[in-house]
T-cell receptor, first 112, second 112 residues
Framework: SQTIHQWPATLVQPVGSPLSLECTVE??????LYWYRQAAGRGLQLLFY??????ISSEVPQNLSASRPQDRQFILSSKKLLLSDSGFYLC???????????FGSGTQLSVL | QQQVKQSPQSLIVQKGGISIINCAYE??????FPWYQQFPGKGPALLIA?????SEKKEGRFTISFNKSAKQFSLHIMDSQPGDSATYFC???????????FGQGTRLTINP
């Protein structure tokens, strides 16, 4: 069966520090991968998605970037965090043209 | 036109009652309408989904009602239980999960 791993679960970072969040998927090949952000009490905002290695689509301009160095690995990064980057970050995957989206357990990021 | 509007933002229901959450959309190209359930500190999980060729879909205590002409769909939770307390997101998409558009979420509380 397919599983998605996301870490760390919580992270407290100072303003101006770098960020690296990692997500890996097991049990499937060539998944579509996604990074979402959820602000407190708000909805889900799609940040990036990837349909293959090295293929990244950005949905909103921001202080973040994403990379997909391997088929089942998706990384969210920032060179210098802003206060506004705080939030709950979710990795997700889907298969091919299937609309079903499967989420990881999320990373709660607090930028202080 | 890409928005999905969800209401109410929060809902309190007594144990055993019926919880109803509503969503409305504008884009008639949408052809997949899922509901996701999210517990605090966790990622959303797919609960139930419907396509516009049917007006209702039931899975256990959860039912989606779909009104194509009104461009509205709703989630009904029968015999609501305290364990149903969570945030619920409606969504809509066409041509795959990359195009999934989420509502703003409804925080449901079931009082014992």
């Amino acid at each position: 069966s397919q599983t998605i791993h996301q870490w760390p679960a919580t992270l407290v970072q100072p303003v101006g520090s770098p960020l690296s969040l990692e997500c890996t998927v097991e049990g499937t090949s060539n998944p579509n991968l996604y990074w979402y952000r959820q602000a407190a009490g708000r909805g889900l905002q799609l940040l990036f998605y990837s349909v293959g290695i090295g293929q990244i689509s950005s949905e909103v301009p921001q202080n973040l970037s994403a990379s997909r160095p391997q088929d089942r690995q998706f990384i969210l990064s920032s060179k210098k965090l802003l206060l506004s980057d705080s939030g709950f970050y979710l990795c997700a995957w889907s298969a091919g043209q299937d609309e079903k989206l499967f989420f990881g357990s999320g990373t709660q990021l607090s930028v202080l | 036109q890409q928005q999905v509007k969800q209401s109410p933002q929060s809902l309190i229901v007594q144990k055993g009652g019926i919880s109803i959450i509503n969503c409305a959309y504008e884009n008639t190209a949408f052809d997949y309408f899922p509901w996701y359930q999210q517990f605090p500190g966790k990622g959303p999980a797919l609960l139930i989904a419907i396509r516009p060729d049917v007006s209702e879909k039931k899975e256990g205590r959860f039912t989606i009602s779909f009104n194509k002409s009104a461009k509205q769909f709703s989630l009904h939770i029968m015999d609501s239980q305290p364990g149903d307390s969570a945030t619920y997101f409606c969504a809509a998409s066409y041509r795959g999960a990359q195009k999934l558009v989420f509502g703003q979420g409804t925080r449901l509380t079931i009082n014992p």
